[in-house]
């Protein structure tokens, strides 16, 4: 793990691999050891960086709920990219980490070559109820501990396709759940998700983008699924993915099948880059 200091705190990052970067940004239910089977198959012909967010140790855990807003991520994601020289990049961003990735876009897109986002947007679709149950939660991290967060996910019906299909990969992420801080999840959940728009209010914002933009998604994500589609068909250059008997984990549950439709669409981008650039 390398360390770079960022907006007053310190990120913990990996960067491994050679080649045009490719920056990944993980979910709210895991850190960058959810991203492992991406990062160890694309480091063979990308410069792979991943990094836990401010909230996830070993990166700075702040103690003020107001530290975790989503523009915050954004911005650490932004510091980080400054940090490492990067001016252009691919992105991938999962769940949380989709949200992430497509507002840095947004407010720099120049920076991002190409970007594929992976089952963001829950508290799109029925929010109120959304919201309860997530103000809910926030309090049971901060009464109870990572103990509340793994038996919200032990109950999570998007999340059951993990544990039927691979049951070591599901105590593995269960593990690493209760390694996580229970200050960083619930100010992470009471704001940077609580306070996040829902993506269908990012409609114009959206309809800007001009880069490549891939939407995976997961035919079992209920919670995600609408906003998914909804990306896919509100950008100019959208295409959408629906893995099938699939829910919200599609790195860990489908790693080499989201890994193929990842690197075909890179290369997809790439070339098209250089044929452009050949004109």
Known sequence: MRYASVNGIELGYRDCGSGFPLVFCHEYAGDLRSLERQIGYFSRRYRCIAFNYRGYPPSTVPDDIDAYGSDDLVADLAGLLDHLGITETHLVGVATGGGVALNFAIGRPEAVRGLAVVGPGAGSVGRPAWLAGAQA??????????????????????????????????????????????????????????????????ESELKRLRMPVLVAVGDQDAPAFDACVFVSRTVADGALAVLPNCGHMLPLEEPALLNTILGEFFAGVDARRSNDGNR
């Open 137 to 202: 939660l926030a309090d049971a991290i901060r009464r109870d501990g990572m103990a509340a967060l793994v038996d919200n996910m032990e109950n999570a019906p998007q999340r059951q396709a993990l544990r039927s299909k691979d049951p070591i990969a599901w105590e593995t992420f269960i593990a690493q759940i209760r390694e996580m801080s229970p200050v960083g999840c619930a100010n992470m959940m009471a704001n940077a998700l609580m306070r996040r728009p829902p993506l269908f209010e990012l």
